[in-house]
């Protein structure tokens, strides 16, 4: 599954925020060409070790990856013609084009990932997301669960997504369809923001519960 993600609205993964908001992220991944753009200031290459702040965004390239890790280890990894940012001081995540994986460890009160149409609540969640501009949005869940809705005219559409379950939206989408079930163990071999050769293993919590989506999966 070389793509894992599709569609496109302003979407929005969402959650209870704690006390513990993003304060910054630390660049610990680049392959080929990734920038920072900060306001008022011309793009320059992103090195190992470059601290992502507010009003910041991380923009990659063709056939380029990168990771990035909040204060709270918070991991995200973002492929190839992705743009990213977050609102220092919030848990607002902004992928603006391109795909995602997040990774919130347990009890660290989630995150939200805005693209231009959707919601959804997570916590301790590991997800993965494509956004195409203007097109479409890709929601999986590897492992936890995640609330996604649409606002529309001041009511809100909503569905969960357990683990193993994806959703699909087209960009003018007024509402979200049933999740349907993907395999695991697949996008795990296959998936290039899931690859430990390329980043390392996730953590060992996030690892545990996958193997125990795919060991359910398999059953």
């Known amino acids: 599954m070389k793509h894992i993600l599709r569609a496109s609205l302003p979407l929005v993964l969402a959650s209870s925020l704690p006390a513990d908001t993003l ?7 680049v392959v080929n060409e990734v920038r920072i753009h900060k306001s008022a200031k011309a793009a320059k290459p992103a090195t190992i070790g470059d601290v992502i702040e507010g009003k910041t965004r991380l923009q990659t390239g ?5 990771e990035l890790r909040f204060q709270d280890n918070t991991i995200t990894r973002l492929g190839a013609n992705s743009i990213f940012s977050f609102d220092q001081g919030t848990r607002d ?18 995150a939200r990932i805005r693209t231009a149409t959707v919601t959804a609540a997570i916590t301790g969640t590991t997800v ?11 929601i999986i869940v590897l492992e936890g669960s995640l609330k996604a809705w649409i606002e529309q005219e001041g009511q809100r559409v909503q569905k969960t997504l357990r683990p193993g379950q994806m959703v699909v939206l087209r960009a003018d989408s007024r509402r ?44």
């Open 23 to 29: 304060q910054s992220a630390k660049v610990t991944k």
């Open 62 to 66: 063709r056939r380029s990856r990168s």
């Open 93 to 110: 995540l902004r992928l603006e084009k391109g795909t995602l994986l997040l990774q919130v460890p347990k009890n660290n009160g989630g």
């Open 128 to 138: 993965m997301m494509e956004y195409n501009t203007k097109q479409w949005v890709k």
């Open 176 to 219: 979200i369809p049933e999740p349907v079930n993907v395999d695991v163990q697949t996008i795990m071999k296959t998936a290039a923001l899931a690859s430990p050769e390329t980043f390392g293993p996730l953590p060992d919590r996030a690892l545990n519960e996958i193997g125990r989506t795919i060991t359910q999966q398999d059953n």
